[in-house]
């Protein structure tokens, strides 16, 4: 008898794995086919998407944001996209877009129509908003961050619809123009339309290789506090130094209150480290934290920087991934006229400070603890004012977004991916999974080590490597 329920159970097995087996080939045949459409007709997407380069759309100087945003809503509308919406904000308009109502899940993409100014014009070869072509790449403003993903997403749509004549899932298109700015409106925005943006999951269309030529796979984003911190002399103006002996100098008193914050790379303000949690041992292991699974060469290569000499591979992985930092932006006082000569006690002082934050940490509560641990140590003349505060963001590796996205950057980008539990970056788009309680996963094509420098380029084969990627996340989180 219970030999016979095996028997059965082999059966079924047997049975289910092959329907499976049947079904991945399926799917794989299916894509092949996408895959060549994209391919044979990558001069009209490649046009399209240096058209959209062409329109500069640069947030903080307000330059050809109207042009931008109108040539968008209509480019999404020829490419098949349902209820356009340009809504006014404060600053730059965030942009709706709608496919299909009738299929189960929907899932809600995110990207940013601005850009960043291009800098001295003398340091790029070629016009930053001609999208010229050069070799087998686009250079251009946005060509990384994140025209190139922003247009993928709509004409991955686009292939699916003209190949299967319907979507397999519901798309709502967000698009913002202000991103490199810090997405000041984006937070109300979605708050005032949580109900148009109800989705099942979140995909931000943030991502590409590294130097290496890695795919950047990562599960979430660090926070972010950002604070001003100034003193101010107690005489009305600058005085003569003199007279240093007998009054306060604020760049004094500055520096002190900013030495008082940290001791040996550890941040004194009490509760930081409240809520930080360091990896587990499967986290140590899947990401070499316990034996670096890359040497510092390779990792100083793929962050384009050179790592502190006392630290090894592993231990700057788990600095950079799981660690809160408190950083000096900047700091300006007195007279600072290189090899000049003047002998004054300044009239104030000025740092901004940056703190990267791990999920589990509260701007809000950091702050607060901040101004009063100052307060407490005799800074009290010391003003410390928040400039800017975003929270950390982790999603489960076990999400079908998530387990969408990594299937669909090896079946369509590569199988070479630096595997990161979170980026070290910060942005503004954590407030959707926030607010709208959806997980959110984060993919895209492209050199992500350009961005915002001049020369900013993306290889053709990454731009259509990025429709691929599109169409299989749209694909694979619908199966
Ligand atoms: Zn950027």
Known sequence: MESGIFAQNIQRFKTTSHKKRILRLSLMSQMKEIYEFVDRNSQRFLLEFRD????????????????????????????????????????????????????????????????????????????????????????????????????????????????????????????????????????????????????????????????????????????????????????SGEVHSMYAGITDNPAWRLVSALQSLKEDERVLVPGFYEGVEGPSLKEKIKYGLARATISKKQLEDAFDLKVKDEMSASEALLEIFYRPTLNIDGLCSGYT????????????????????????????????????????????????????????????????????????????VSKNIMTMPIAPGSGAMVWLPRILDKPMAFAGSGAVHMAHRPNEFITIEQYLRGIKLFATIYNNFSS
Not at 78 to 85: A, D, I, S
Not at 135 to 140: A, H, N, P
Not at 205 to 231: C, D, I, P, R, W
Not at 365 to 387: H, N, R, V
Request: hydrophobic share 40%; aromatic share 6%.
């Open 52 to 235: 959209f380069i062409r329109k500069p759309g640069i947030s903080t100087e307000n330059t050809g944001i109207k042009e931008t945003v109108a040539w968008l809503a209509a480019t999404m509308k020829e490419n098949g996209v349902e209820n356009v919406q340009v809504f006014e904000t404060q600053r730059h308009p965030v942009i709706l877009g709608r496919i299909g109502k009738a299929a189960n899940r929907t899932l809600l993409v995110y990207g940013h129509y601005d850009v960043q100014p291009p800098g001295d014009r003398c340091d790029w070869r070629v016009n930053p908003f001609a999208a010229d072509v050069v070799g087998d790449t686009i250079v251009g403003r946005g060509t990384c961050d994140m025209k190139n993903n922003l247009m993928a997403t709509i004409q991955a749509a686009k292939v699916l619809l003209q190949c299967k004549k319907t979507l397999p899932i519901n798309l709502i298109f967000l698009f913002e123009g202000e991103e490199e700015i810090g997405s000041p409106s984006l937070r109300p925005f979605v708050e005032d339309h949580k109900e148009e943006l109800s989705c099942d999951s979140i995909l931000c269309a943030e991502g590409g290789e590294n130097k290496n030529g890695q795919t950047l796979l990562f599960h979430g984003l660090k926070g972010m506090l950002y604070v001003e911190l100034s003193a101010e002399s107690p005489n």
């Open 337 to 412: 006229v290189e090899k000049g000569i003047k002998t004054i006690v300044p009239k104030n002082a000025f740092a901004k400070i940056d703190m990267r934050l791990v999920p589990g940490q509260n701007p809000s509560t950091i702050m607060e603890s901040m101004q009063k641990y100052l307060k407490g140590k005799g800074f009290a003349d010391i003003s410390a004012e928040k400039l800017g505060e975003l929270p950390a963001y982790k999603v489960g590796p076990k999400e079908r977004i998530v387990q969408a996205v990594t299937k669909a950057l090896k079946e369509a």
